[in-house]
């Protein structure tokens, strides 16, 4: 049945993450860009939230409620709409959580997730994306060749949130012309990890490149064991979560830009009294519900256990367009204004540019 | 809970509305060519096949598609067809809609059986319906309103049984003294001028009226209240009511023929050896297509919006604001996606062999009539802003 309708509870989860976005996050966002950190007692904060846990499995430890993608992402679009570094630093464990209590073996599971249930943020990350132009996720350059009872990864990953301090890595690798992801622990041999890169936007984010020279796991690291896992249902997941995540910085920049133009004068009247900005206004509204609309699209289709690869997709790429778009307009509008670090938008702009090209960080 | 995927039941229909929609494909060319002739209210394959609301209504249970989503989504299924040509002519037009919205119930009950047109866009106005230049005079002798002035690009407007007009009882009260009155057809004074010549949709029927001292009943006047409500008091918001539905309609409508370019696109680029596939990134993919797969985002976002302001009616939710950003979205959309179809095949395309050329032409009135992208535009930044019409113009 086709139907936008929130259950009672989604719309609860919505307006509490809405006011933790409004009074934790976003006061926060600007002195972690700058300092190029993340407050160590927000994502304490954040823990407590049970973003992660509560959709783990009891027997772990976790809440036990059933996967919601569809909560999710009204999660992260709230939580993005607040800052979308310190969303992403406060969601990215749940990716590995997520991607272990999907396809992992019961070993695995039972192995991992209890960390995730403690009172403590724990930090792992998923490996998707390599360094160097035109990456597909479909072929990773980094592979995978079996050696006996294990399995031996060479290659490199980048953009890998969290790298200063997660427990593992889920590190996407070709095997035997197939794709699977192997959990790597952050002291295997051979594996280097770089210092904090330092980016264009999400700066708050720490983000690493893994070298694996020929890092030797186990035949039971890789996930799914025996069996292996579906690496296009992790993209997928990810792809949904950034493209909710991509909405809410497009809400964010819409909303801060509606009342500056309302303020700001020229010529005698308000600049949002010019239709020249105000369409503007109207366009970037548009497209931030449309993006929402294919998000939830997208998280629906996970949720209902449906092929969810076209909607994924497509939610992301259109995300990465007009959310790059808008935060582009955010900046004109704003004029000078818009250029100058003392108003949030030249932050979603430089985010806008690089949650658009991302892939496998978070997921729903 | 949200979810985006039809019922067994709503998947019958919509595959039902397909299966006709191809027959009436097949007249879509002859039609386009011969813009004089109307097509038939019944095609000849008419007998094996239900119309697709009757469909709808048998078996349907509370736990189907809600019927303002579904109505979008079986209108996308028709015109995916043809925009002009059905199996069976349903009755009914924009005139019945504002009869629907603003008709006292004898009004409803005296002419909801006539096919209705909707005439408001005059030779100097269109969108712009507050400087109606057409009047209306109330003779008090006769008990009778006589009107005079011309309209133009009604549509519907020649097969109509009866019209909805838009005139103003007092020109000095600007858009307060507009009012709607109903017309019926062969009313002395009430000339149907001949169809217009048009880019697209030239089967359609799309008259130009001229009244000339036309008389009608004083009960003609729709909801019968002949007070001028005073400026700012919402009487004329209430005439623009009917657009609620009519635009994201109008919007489902464009958007069918935009399925059904980019259909007969994926078509020619695979038989051709284009890998569509999804799931990878666009850097692994031929330009052609991602530049496909960008027009199907278009499509895909475009009738979200529509499904959404639907669905917002059908929750007896105000969608007012929900009806202009669909609208908005899909006028801009569906040019865009016939555009680049044409473009992604090359000069086959604009051969009138296929279709393609013809839904280019049919789509580009999608932002321009019920209200123009640039009228939907300030619909929404006026909501947005919450600005008046006097703050934003």
């Known amino acids: ?364 | 809970m949200i979810d985006f995927e039809p019922t067994p039941h709503d998947a019958k229909v919509l595959a039902a509305v397909r299966e006709q929609a191809l027959i009436c494909r097949n007249y879509a060319r002859y039609y386009d060519e011969n813009e004089h002739e109307f097509p038939p209210d019944q095609l000849p394959e008419a007998n094996d096949h239900k119309n697709p609301y009757v469909l709808l209504m048998q078996g349907r249970s509370d736990q189907d598609t809600t019927l303002g989503v579904i109505a979008m989504l079986i209108s996308m299924g028709e015109t995916w067809g043809d925009y002009s040509v059905r199996m069976q002519r349903g009755k009914g037009a924009l005139g019945n809609a504002a009869l629907g919205a603003a008709g006292t119930p004898e009004q409803q009950e005296k002419w909801g059986g006539l096919t209705l047109a909707m005439a408001i866009t005059e030779p100097g106005c269109g969108s712009d319906p507050s400087k109606v230049q057409t009047t209306a005079v109330l003779d008090e002798a006769t008990n009778e309103w006589v009107i005079n002035g011309e309209k133009i690009f009604v549509t519907t407007g020649c097969r109509a049984e009866g019209v909805v007009i838009w005139a103003t009882i007092d020109k000095s009260a600007g858009r307060a003294g507009i009012k709607s009155f109903l017309v019926e057809k062969e009313t002395p004074g009430f000339v149907v001028a001949a169809k217009e010549k048009k880019l697209g949709i030239r089967a359609d029927d799309t008259a130009a009226y001229v009244f000339q001292d036309c008389r009608v009943p004083r009960e003609n006047l729709l909801g019968g209240n002949e007070e001028i409500p005073k400026a700012g008091s919402g009487g004329f918001k209430g005439v623009m009511k009917t657009f609620n539905m009519t635009r994201p309609g109008v919007a489902a409508i464009g958007l069918g023929m935009a399925e059904a370019a980019l259909d007969f696109t994926r078509e020619q680029l695979e038989a051709a050896g284009v890998d569509l596939s999804y799931g990878g990134s666009e850097h692994g993919q031929s330009a052609a297509a991602a530049r496909f797969q960008r027009l199907e985002r278009e499509l895909e976002a475009s009738k979200l919006s529509i499904l959404r302001a639907a669905w917002l009616s059908d929750m007896g939710q105000s969608n007012n604001l929900e009806a202009s950003v669909c609208k908005a979205k899909t006028g801009t959309a569906v040019r865009e996606i016939t555009q680049g179809c044409i473009e992604l095949l090359g000069p086959m395309a604009v051969s009138r062999e296929h279709l393609l050329e013809k839904w280019f032409r049919d789509v580009r009135i999608t932002d321009i009539y019920e209200g123009t992208g640039e009228i939907q535009r300030m619909i929404t930044a006026r909501a947005l802003l919450d600005y008046t019409r006097a703050e934003l113009n």
């Open chain 1, 1 to 364: 049945m086709i139907s936008f309708k929130l259950t009672e509870e989604q719309e609860v989860v919505r307006d509490a993450l809405h006011d933790f976005a409004e009074q934790a996050l976003r006061p926060a966002a600007r002195d972690a860009d700058e300092e190029s950190k993340l407050p160590e007692e927000l994502l304490a904060q954040s823990w407590e939230l049970g973003l992660v846990s509560t959709q783990l499995p009891e027997a772990f430890g976790g809440g036990g409620e059933a996967r919601s993608p569809i909560t999710n992402a009204i999660v992260a679009e709230e939580l993005a709409w607040g800052d979308p570094a310190l969303a992403i630093a406060a969601l990215a464990p749940a990716a590995f959580a997520f991607a272990l209590a999907d396809q992992g073996s019961e070993d695995q599971r039972r192995e991992h997730l209890p960390a995730f249930c403690g009172d403590s943020y724990h930090a792992a990350s998923l490996a998707v994306v390599e360094p160097g132009p035109v990456f597909d996720p479909r072929l990773p350059r980094t592979l995978a060749e079996p050696k006996g009872d294990a399995f031996v990864l060479s290659g490199a990953k980048s953009f890998v949130v969290l790298g200063d301090r997660a427990s593992h890595f889920l590190v996407v690798a070709r095997n035997n012309g197939g794709r699977d992801a192997f959990i790597v622990p952050r002291d295997a041999e051979g594996l280097s990890i770089s210092e904090p890169e330092k980016n264009l936007g999400l700066k708050a984010l720490p983000t690493v490149t893994l070298e694996l020279e020929r890092v030797e796991v186990p035949a039971a690291a890789r996930l799914g064991e025996a069996a292996g896992c579906d690496v296009q249902r992790i993209l997928d997941g990810s792809r949904a979560a950034l493209s909710a995540l991509m909405t809410g910085l497009s809400r964010a920049a819409l909303e801060f830009c509606v009342p500056y133009a309302k303020e700001r004068e020229a010529f005698g009247e308000a600049i949002a009294q010019k239709q020249a900005i105000a369409f503007r206004l109207a366009d970037m509204h548009v497209e931030t519900e449309c993006q929402r609309w294919l998000t939830w699209k997208a998280a629906s289709q996970l949720e209902h256990g449906r092929d969810a690869t076209v909607a994924c997709h497509q939610a992301r790429a259109y995300a990465a367009e007009k959310t790059m778009w808008i935060a582009d307009q955010g900046v004109q509008v704003l004029g000078g204004h818009g250029f100058i670090r003392e108003h949030p938008v030249e932050m979603w702009y430089r985010g806008a540019r690089t949650l658009g090209v991302l892939e496998g960080i978070v997921s729903l």
